[in-house]
């Protein structure tokens, strides 16, 4: 089991970075977003919006503490920072965990949670953004496999095509 923690959601800046961190969750084989900061309704509504329509069982919950999640949390925690380790040579230790939960931040990350987690994970020692480190990390911890997932209770899907979209309702 993959959750994802997203520490500091700003509604004003960030709706649409911490939409698409649950969209890629989702898609990527995490079973649920956990994420701190203000609340927001609308984005709950619409990640909820796209489960119906896309199908699964992927669950989206504010919390207030980051620090209850991870202190809560059965299993190993990784941070996704550019100041980590690298990912690739980390990972084998990682899918050896039955759950996961991955932080990933939105404003500024205190450095508390650098040393809360059990591994700071660098997807690159390059700035990048959280979306990208999370879908590189769901990618390498599933082997590909995520690729080939599919979705119960989908009342949407799409039909691959070399050229053009279609998909069935």
């Not at 979306?131 to 989908?154: I, P, Q």
Request: with cysteine.
């Amino acid at each position: 089991m993959i959750d994802v923690l997203r520490i500091g959601h700003r509604p004003g800046r960030d709706p649409r970075i911490s939409t698409h961190c649950a969209l890629v969750a989702r898609a990527l084989g995490a079973e649920r977003l956990i994420y701190t900061g203000t609340k927001d309704d609308i984005m709950e509504k619409n990640v909820r919006r796209i489960r119906e329509q896309w199908g699964g069982k992927f669950e989206i919950m504010h919390a207030n503490s980051w620090k209850r999640v991870l202190m809560g949390f059965s299993g190993i925690s990784v941070h996704l920072t550019m100041y980590g380790l690298p990912l690739q040579k980390e990972i084998d230790k990682i899918r050896r965990a039955k759950n996961v939960i991955v932080v990933i931040g939105g404003g500024k990350v205190p450095m508390d949670v650098y040393h809360a987690v059990d591994y700071n994970i660098g997807v690159t020692n390059q700035p990048h953004s959280e979306v990208a480190a999370l879908a590189v990390f769901l990618h390498e911890y599933f082997r590909g496999r995520e690729l080939e997932k599919t979705f119960s209770n989908a009342k949407m899907k799409i039909v691959p095509q070399k050229c053009g979209k279609k998909f069935i309702p």
